[in-house]
């Protein structure tokens, strides 16, 4: 998916997301425990790389993670950097377009349950009604996407989450990985 193409995703798209997940060539693992790993990897003439996380939550069905990363009401509960969230518009049942702000972000978001799996993926694009907001650095995602599966162990689920954005600012990914390793969402 191209940053400010509003466009509805394609099996290809989904695949990618999966790929980039699943293949860990070219991938450095900077963070290792029993039920959180942190890898990233340089993207060649971009200076921020992609993370990506694998964790798992014993307790917890794939059908409820997948649930909480879809609920605007709830991710005000366990999204803590959230400032603001506002749907813009619905294409159809599974791709529509919305305002996050924790940075600010303009993103179509578009999702895929194939009964195994669940995805999610989104990408930045523009929106007449939203330009950048003066106190905000408009920050764009080229690639952010969420895999819920059934955990390898056989309990509860495994979330995995890759993300291609740049916040346009001085932000050191030892500190993003920080934040988003240490929220429970649910």
Known sequence: ??????????DKDFEKLKHLYDDNNDWRLDYNKPDLSVWTKSVSGISFRMVKIRTRFPDVLPETLYDVLHDPEYRKVWDTHMIESKDIGFFNPNNDIGYYSSKDFVLQRSWLDTGIEQLILNHSVFHKNYPPRKQFVRATSYLTGYIVRPSRNGDGSELGYVSHTDPH???PVWKIIAKGTKVHIV
């Open 1 to 10: 998916m191209d940053i400010g193409i509003v466009k509805i995703a394609e």
């Open 169 to 171: 600012g001085k932000l």
